[in-house]
C-alpha cells in the first residue's frame, strides 16, 4: 500500500512560481504512475500532470503546458510539481495520486490520493 502526503502550497502573485512536493511512502515498487489532479470550489477535478514512475515519462494537461514540470526524486519517493507563470485560474486544492496499472489513459485508474494543499495565485 502507498500513502501520500503534499505540501509546498500557499499564497503567491500572478506570474510567481511554486513547488509543491507528495512524499510516497510504503510499497511504492508497484507503482505504475504518479499525477496531480486539482479542483476548484464548484468545479470539476481536473487533470494536471502525470509521470510513469520507472521511466519518467511525463503528461501534462493542456491548460499547464509550458508552465508546470512534473518530475520525481532518484529514489522514487517524492513527486514534484514546479509550477511557474502562475494564474489566477489556477487556484485550486491541489492532490497528488498514485496508479499501479497502465490499463486505462493516463488520468484514470488512480486508488490512492493524498489530502491535498492549496494553492491560491492572488493580487
Known amino acids: 500500500q502507498v500513502q501520500l502526503v503534499e505540501s509546498g502550497g500557499g499564497l503567491v502573485q500572478p506570474g510567481g512560481s511554486l513547488r509543491l512536493s507528495c512524499r510516497a511512502s510504503?510499497?511504492?515498487?508497484?507503482?505504475?504512475?504518479m499525477a496531480w489532479f486539482r479542483q476548484a470550489p464548484g468545479k470539476e477535478r481536473e487533470f494536471v500532470a502525470a509521470?510513469?514512475?520507472?521511466?519518467?515519462?511525463?503528461y501534462y494537461g493542456d491548460s499547464v503546458q509550458g508552465r508546470f514540470t512534473i518530475s520525481r526524486d532518484n529514489a522514487k519517493t517524492t513527486l514534484f510539481l514546479q509550477m511557474n507563470t502562475l494564474k489566477p485560474g489556477d487556484t485550486a486544492l491541489y492532490y497528488c495520486?498514485?496508479?499501479?496499472?497502465?490499463?486505462?489513459?493516463?488520468?484514470?485508474?488512480?486508488?490512492?490520493w493524498g489530502q491535498g494543499t492549496q494553492v491560491t495565485v492572488s493580487s
Open positions: 510504503g510499497r511504492t515498487f508497484s507503482t505504475y504512475a
Open positions: 495520486a498514485a496508479k499501479d496499472t497502465d490499463w486505462g489513459s493516463i488520468g484514470a485508474g488512480y486508488s490512492t
Open positions: 509521470i510513469t514512475w520507472n521511466g519518467g515519462s511525463p
